[in-house]
């Protein structure tokens, strides 16, 4: 096996770590709680961004690892 194809999977297997790690922050970040018949919005924008950032640069080492897989 090259060593491209090797890091072709590395960088496949960091990738959907990135976007496991982005989808949960992203979630995670809001939360909604009804009091008295009030719905409280409580989100944590600094959360959604960085988890945005997360998934940019999953689908980034996705793109690069599917490259490198494909380069002969």
């Given at each position: 096996m090259?060593?491209?194809k090797?890091?072709?999977i590395v960088l496949i297997a960091a990738s959907l770590y990135m976007g496991y790690l982005g989808i949960n922050k992203v979630s995670n970040s809001s939360a909604e709680i009804e009091v008295l018949g009030l719905e409280i919005d409580a989100s944590n924008d600094s959360?959604?961004?960085q988890g945005?950032?997360?998934i940019g640069?999953?689908?980034v080492l996705l793109g690069s690892g599917?490259?490198?897989l494909n380069n002969k």
């Open positions: 090259k060593i491209g090797i890091i072709g959360g959604k961004e945005f950032i997360y640069l999953a689908i599917v490259y490198s």
